[in-house]
Each structure stands twice: as structure tokens, then as C-alpha cells.
């Protein structure tokens, strides 16, 4: 069931990531959806299991909207590996404690992109495109606490957590 929900909460974000936020976006930037859902699975399920789920959750979404395919897969893949193995010293109940994860998977999925983009373009720096990774990283840090707030009430939740453990 743990999976179902995943896969789930996936098309989901990758739905409003590319309609409602890129509608919405601040100086051609929007925040990530996914690298949430990433960075909080990796939280309650450490690194391996965040590498796994974030190389899964960046490979669909590098087929749903068509990127460089591997680009967000490897992006995604090495957030969740950093935020599961940054969990030391934090207490999970902690608002710090998704804050400085989300800022870490922002990060190091912006920083993939940006060096997986620059080998792709014959090692030429787009600044635009290090401005929008930037921006995008903080608008992911502003709705860390917000989003991890709504995280830990559901996972609180008796039904929701029989559910996920049911897997």
C-alpha cells in the first residue's frame, strides 16, 4: 500500500508541477514538488531507500515531461540518499529537521541539473538557468515547513500509519 500511495502522491505532484505551479511561476522558477516526497520518504526510511525512491520518482519524472532522460532520476536519486543519511543529530519531530533536509535535497538536485545541463551544452554556463535552479531551491526551503508540518500530522494519523505499514 506504502507503494500505491508513492506512486500516487507522484502523478500528482508531476501533474501540478507541470500545470498549476508552472502557471504560477516567479521569475521562471516554480518549487518542486518531488524532491518533497522524495526527502520525506528518505527521512522516515533512510538513505538506501531514498536513493531508490528518488532515482524511481525522477525516472517518471523524466518520462512524464520529457527532460533529458536520467537528468532528474540521477538529481532526485542523490537528494534522497543526502537527506536520509543527514538525518544524525535531529530529532524527526523537529521543524528544523525537514527544513535542513529539504535544503539539502534542493541542492543537490539543483546542482545535478545544473552540471548534467552544462556537459550537455558543451560545458557553457547558463546563468539563466542558475538563477532559475536558485530561486527554485529557495521556494523549496520557504514550503519546507508548512509541507513538513501537513507531513507529520498525517503520518501521526492511525489509519494513514496502518496503511503505509501495511507494505
Same mark, same amino acid.
Given at each position: 500500500?506504502?507503494y500505491?500511495?508513492?506512486?500516487?502522491?507522484?502523478?500528482?505532484a508531476?501533474?501540478? /508541477?507541470?500545470?498549476?505551479?508552472?502557471? =504560477?511561476? #516567479?521569475?521562471?522558477?516554480?518549487?518542486?514538488?518531488?524532491? &518533497?516526497?522524495?526527502?520525506? &520518504?528518505? %527521512?522516515?526510511? $533512510?538513505?538506501?531507500?531514498?536513493?531508490?525512491? $528518488?532515482?524511481a %520518482?525522477?525516472?517518471?519524472?523524466?518520462?512524464?515531461? $520529457?527532460? #533529458?532522460?536520467? =537528468?532528474?532520476?540521477?538529481?532526485? $536519486?542523490l537528494?534522497?540518499f543526502?537527506?536520509?543519511?543527514?538525518?544524525?543529530?535531529f #530529532?524527526?519531530? @523537529?521543524? =528544523?529537521?525537514?527544513?535542513?533536509?529539504?535544503?539539502?535535497?534542493?541542492v543537490? /538536485?539543483?546542482?545535478?541539473?545544473?552540471?548534467?545541463? %552544462?556537459? /550537455?551544452?558543451?560545458?557553457?554556463?547558463?546563468?539563466? *538557468?542558475?538563477?532559475? *535552479?536558485?530561486?527554485?531551491?529557495?521556494? @523549496?526551503?520557504?514550503?519546507? %515547513?508548512?509541507l #513538513? &508540518?501537513l &507531513?507529520?500530522?498525517v503520518?501521526? /494519523?492511525?489509519?494513514?500509519?496502518?496503511?503505509?505499514?501495511?507494505?
Open positions: 500500500m506504502r500505491f500511495i508513492l506512486a500516487i502522491l507522484t502523478i500528482l508531476v501533474f501540478l /508541477n507541470t500545470t498549476v505551479l508552472t502557471a =504560477m511561476s #516567479y521569475l521562471y522558477a516554480s518549487p518542486d514538488l518531488l524532491i &518533497f516526497i522524495v526527502v520525506f &520518504f528518505a %527521512i522516515y526510511n $533512510g538513505p538506501e531507500k531514498g536513493l531508490i525512491c $528518488g532515482l %520518482i525522477g525516472f517518471a519524472e523524466d518520462l512524464l515531461t $520529457g527532460a #533529458y532522460l536520467g =537528468m532528474n532520476a540521477l538529481g532526485k $536519486g537528494a534522497g543526502a537527506a536520509g543519511r543527514a538525518q544524525a543529530g #530529532y524527526e519531530d @523537529n521543524v =528544523m529537521y525537514g527544513l535542513v533536509n529539504v535544503s539539502i535535497g534542493s543537490v /538536485n539543483a546542482a545535478v541539473i545544473l552540471i548534467v545541463n %552544462i556537459i /550537455n551544452s558543451h560545458l557553457i554556463c547558463d546563468w539563466g *538557468l542558475v538563477w532559475s *535552479l536558485g530561486l527554485q531551491a529557495v521556494e @523549496n526551503i520557504a514550503l519546507a %515547513i508548512p #513538513y &508540518f &507531513f507529520a500530522v503520518r501521526q /494519523n492511525r489509519l494513514m500509519k496502518r496503511l503505509w505499514e501495511e507494505s
